[in-house]
């Protein structure tokens, strides 16, 4: 029963770099995001979305992108990072549209830009 | 002004205990509400939804005041386990969730 899985866990990487990181669900959920969690801050939403080949921008988008090609994969890439984007980041997903849905979360994948 | 204000903490109290937490949120059209749990260096997981009539899971109890815009949990008897961070979170419709920055508690022996 893997649910939400997240990888890398950590990674470090130099200003400038690009790299991708991966999200799978195995519960056929239509709703996906990221979000990144910083200290003194709530989580914040990067990107949604609400089904395969549908995505879109939340709170704090720039820098990133998003596809999604399947139910089950929503990667977030980093284009060009800089140390502001280090952070932990959280991919999450729910059944559905309710806006009363639980949201399940990955362990979290902690990113830190040099 | 966030839009999710939680008092930070951190909590320190001893086993037994019963301890409040409190949140306000400022967008009135704000239609759903939980609190989610989170140990350290772990994600956060759903705790319980939050209605307006008041809602209890064993020793947890969640209240909503909509007039007031303010949520809280309360919990009784603490446990050494109940130390983690607790986070207010709304919805205010579509997938507008917005999370509080948390409280963090720390139960004693």
């Known amino acids: 029963n893997a649910g939400v899985t997240q990888t890398p866990k950590f990674q470090v990487l130099k200003t400038g770099q690009s790299m991708t990181l991966q999200c799978a669900q195995d519960?056929?959920?239509?709703?996906m995001s990221w979000y990144r969690q910083d200290p003194g801050m709530g989580l914040r939403l990067i990107h949604y979305?609400?089904?395969?080949?549908?995505?879109d921008q939340g709170e704090v988008p720039n820098g990133y992108n998003v596809s999604r090609s399947t139910t089950e994969d929503f990667p977030l890439r980093l284009l060009s990072a800089a140390p502001s984007q280090t952070s932990v980041y959280f991919c999450?997903?729910?059944?559905?549209?309710?806006?009363?849905?639980?949201?399940?979360f990955g362990e979290g994948s902690r990113l830190t830009v040099l | 002004r966030k839009e999710v204000e939680q008092d930070p903490g951190p909590f320190n109290v001893p086993e037994g205990a019963t301890v409040a937490f409190n949140c306000t949120y400022s967008?009135?059209?704000?239609?759903?509400f939980f609190w989610y749990r989170q140990d350290c260096r772990k994600e956060p997981k759903l705790l319980m939804s939050v209605y307006s009539s008041g809602n209890e899971d064993g020793r947890f109890t969640a209240q909503l005041n909509r007039a007031s815009q303010y949520i809280s949990l309360l919990i009784r008897d603490s446990k050494l386990s109940d130390s983690a961070t607790y986070l207010c979170v709304v919805n205010r419709g579509g997938f507008k969730t917005i999370f509080g920055a948390g409280t963090r508690l720390f139960v004693k022996a």
């Open positions: 999450a997903s729910s059944y559905g549209h309710s806006n009363t849905g639980e949201l399940f």
């Open positions: 979305s609400v089904g395969a080949g549908i995505t």
């Open positions: 967008n009135s059209a704000s239609q759903s």
């Open positions: 519960m056929n959920h239509e709703y």
